[in-house]
């Protein structure tokens, strides 16, 4: 999943991983399906996958008010 020769910020990868898990629970899914709606949303939308997922966490945590991204 990583582009040789670039570096992956290690806390924007927990947050994806943590946004497949809340799409898994929700959705009563695999992780590979969570992953490829998280994927497909990423490509509808046209944000980051960090910022999506940061969103989606913080939606279902409570702490939507205000974070960017919140209504994709």
């Known amino acids: 999943m990583t582009t040789p020769?670039?570096?992956?910020?290690?806390s924007s990868r927990r947050m994806i991983?943590?946004?497949t898990g809340?799409?898994?629970g929700l959705r009563g899914c695999s992780a590979r399906d969570a992953?490829?709606?998280l994927v497909?949303?990423?490509h509808q939308t046209?944000?980051?996958?960090?910022?999506?997922?940061?969103?989606?966490?913080h939606?279902?945590?409570?702490?939507?008010d205000g974070v960017p991204h919140q209504a994709e």
């Open 22 to 24: 809340i799409l898994m």
């Open 40 to 42: 497909k949303a990423v």
């Open 46 to 57: 046209g944000i980051g996958p960090a910022a999506l997922a940061t969103a989606l966490a």
């Open 35 to 37: 992953f490829d709606d």
């Open 5 to 10: 020769g670039r570096r992956e910020d290690p």
């Open 17 to 19: 991983d943590l946004a």
């Open 59 to 64: 939606l279902v945590g409570g702490k939507g």
